[in-house]
């Protein structure tokens, strides 16, 4: 799951060596930070948040195909 929001993010943005993933566990939860560089954060949250929404929605059906729950952060 964290390779793919690596590699989504890094098709999205102009800085993709600034694409960094953290991965922390809360609970029975798994929670993903994603950081970019601040000039790319708007690419990675999209227009009224379609973009984010989109992400998530991809970690909801890869988590729940796994049996976990995950979340996507992403952190400026």
Known sequence: MKDLI????KLLVDEPKDVRVEEKQRDQTTVFELRVHKEDLGKVI???GRTAHA?????GVLSAREGRRAILEIVE
Request: no cysteine.
């Open 46 to 48: 999209g227009k009224n």
């Open 6 to 9: 690596v590699h989504v993010a």
């Open 55 to 59: 992400m998530r929605s991809l970690l």
